[in-house]
């Protein structure tokens, strides 16, 4: 079956560095999601990636989709410790919706 | 409007036991879906429910585990003889048709002795 793999699985910053985290594929995807979930919380949905190289910002954060459709990234500017939590990419199924998802990159942000 | 909500919010059991576990969506929406979610893990999906049919159960790992959605909105996951490998989190989520965002709800953690 279709699975992505996500790196890094950690990543530690200090408050006011980047962060970035890579979703990638060996086929290409028909859509890809973006979901964040704190310590102790349930996945929130953040971004729904479908075109061929489209990149999506939502304040701070950029989203972008591989010319290819094969990878993904999250990238975080001058982090913030709100910014904690577990990052999480998804792949929809073409057919029913139903996602399948990255391992995930956990997310500690040094005050 | 009010979100996912899931009962209970913690079930403990034991070995052999069954264990019923209940999603009531977002008012509207005709997907459901469930997952399961070990530690350090991310969600595994089981089942997918468009309106009172399962449209998808290619997720569910045996045959001790079935879902239900009767009347196309609040659901049951069933888990027969429960064993100690079936201790996650479930989650339920829904969401307006198939290809929308995913609304999740808090969970289900399942801890069998």
């Known amino acids: 079956g279709q699975q992505v793999m996500q790196i890094p699985q950690y990543q530690h910053v200090q408050e006011g560095e980047d962060f970035t985290t890579y979703c990638n594929s060996s086929t290409t995807l028909s859509n890809i999601q973006w979901y964040k979930q704190r310590p102790g919380g349930h996945p929130v949905f953040l971004i729904q990636l479908v075109k061929s190289g489209e990149v999506k910002k939502q304040k701070r954060l950029t989203f972008q989709f591989g010319e290819a459709k094969k990878n993904s990234s999250l990238h975080i500017t001058a982090t913030q410790t709100t910014d904690v939590g577990t990052y999480f990419c998804a792949v929809g199924s073409s057919n029913t919706g139903k996602l399948i998802f990255g391992q995930g990159t956990t997310l500690q942000v040094k005050p | 409007g009010a979100g996912v909500s899931q009962t209970p919010s913690n079930k403990v059991t034991e070995k052999g036991k069954y264990v019923e576990l209940r999603c009531d969506p977002i008012?509207?929406?005709?997907?459901l879906y469930w997952y399961r979610q070990s530690l350090g893990q991310g969600p595994e999906f089981l089942i997918y429910?468009?309106?009172?049919?399962?449209?998808?159960d290619s997720g569910l790992p045996n045959d001790r585990f079935f879902a239900v959605r009767p009347e196309g909105s609040v659901s049951t996951l069933k888990i027969q003889r429960t064993e100690r490998g079936d201790s996650a989190v479930y989650l339920c989520?829904?969401?307006?048709?198939?290809?929308?965002?995913?609304?999740f709800g808090p969970g289900t953690r399942l801890t069998v002795l």
């Open positions: 008012s509207g929406h005709t997907a």
């Open positions: 429910f468009q309106g009172t049919g399962a449209a998808d």
């Open positions: 989520a829904s969401s307006q048709s198939s290809y929308n965002e995913q609304f």
